[in-house]
């Protein structure tokens, strides 16, 4: 009869497997608080305005990292557990806000086609990256990106023009006791098309 002794490293993956799952549930319970912020300011948003399926990404500019999470180089948070549906709307509370990039492709191609001469629409979208951490989990930026896009078609009818305006900003977020507040909004990128 054999007696199997547990290895070290069986030991130490049990014991650091828990930790893990809190602090992954911990960093899940940060980001829905962060998003909950991002939301609010957002109450006049449209429908499908928001990617529900995928984080933007980007990574955090090495100057922005450096300033505000403490890291000699840039940053990407950790790879997120939920979608931005999941994370952004838990309660499903605002589900027409969200839909997929093929979903408003084709709503917005519905919205060019039926343009009548000298008749233009705008869509708004926003994309996030999920949260990064400082290493104490008491700082965290979030980029967001707005996008701005206006097509108009000719007064002749003939032609659909395009133009359009695009920006990053990273949000910075600080934890005070248990609540998150935003205390910093830096530009990272813009652009017009």
Not at 170 to 176: G, N, Q
């Amino acid at each position: 009869m054999r007696t199997l002794i547990p290895s070290a490293a069986l030991i130490i993956l049990t014991a650091i497997a828990p930790a893990e799952a809190a602090s992954s549930r911990a960093h899940l319970a940060d980001a829905r608080a962060i998003a909950a912020l991002e939301l609010a300011g957002e109450k006049t948003l449209g429908p499908c305005r928001i990617d529900g399926e995928a984080w933007m990404d980007y990574a955090i500019p090495a100057d922005l990292a450096r300033k505000y999470l403490g890291r000699p180089k840039g940053a990407s948070a950790a790879p997120p557990p939920a979608s931005p549906r999941a994370v952004l709307d838990p309660r499903g509370t605002r589900p027409a806000l969200f839909c997929s990039k093929d979903e408003s492709r084709v709503r917005r191609d519905a919205a060019v086609a039926a343009l009548r001469p000298g008749e233009r629409t705008t869509q708004i979208s926003l994309a996030y990256t999920w949260p990064a951490l400082d290493a104490a989990g008491r700082t965290a930026i979030v980029i967001v990106e707005h996008d701005a896009g206006t097509w108009q078609r000719d007064a002749d009818g003939s032609t659909v023009r395009t133009s359009g305006e695009m920006f990053g900003a990273a949000h910075v977020y600080k934890k005070r006791g248990r609540r998150w507040r935003r205390v910093a909004t830096e530009e990272v990128y813009s652009g017009l098309y």
